[in-house]
């Protein structure tokens, strides 16, 4: 059964930086889609990027273009969310996903994702 793990949250300042990491283990990590997922207090869980299984095409929910990357290393079976010019409203819980398939620029269903990690609190605040 295949998992994954997230790690790299935590607290920081409006217009800070932080790096998200994702590790995967006991699936074919080359040949899923994978996804970061967030979801604030008291609001549905909401889509912010994914990348393709050989990393060439990457998306971004409007609300992140530009100042998120998403990136993977194959390599290290790891997919990563670089997060610059934090705001107060990125704090949430990002999960990571993967998946066989693309899903889509939306928060799918929990069940259509393959793996589903337990998420890492992300806080922006002065």
């Known amino acids: 059964q295949g998992h994954v793990t997230e790690s790299g949250g935590g607290l920081v300042q409006p217009g800070g930086s932080l790096r998200l990491s994702c590790a995967a283990f006991?699936?074919?990590?080359?040949?899923?889609?994978m996804y970061w997922l967030r979801q604030a207090p008291g609001r549905q869980i909401e889509w912010v990027a994914a990348?393709?299984?050989?990393?060439?095409?990457?998306y971004y929910a409007d609300s992140v273009k530009g100042r998120f990357t998403i990136s993977r290393l194959d390599a290290l079976n790891a997919v990563y969310l670089q997060m610059n010019s934090l705001k107060s409203e990125d704090s949430a819980v990002y999960y990571c996903?993967?998946?066989?398939?693309?899903?889509?620029?939306?928060?799918?269903?929990?069940?259509?994702?393959?793996?589903w990690g337990q998420g890492t609190r992300v806080t922006v605040s002065a």
């Open positions: 996903a993967g998946a066989e398939r693309w899903l889509g620029t939306v928060a799918n269903p929990r069940q259509n994702y393959d793996v």
């Open positions: 990348i393709n299984p050989n990393g060439a095409a990457r």
């Open positions: 006991g699936f074919t990590f080359s040949d899923y889609w």
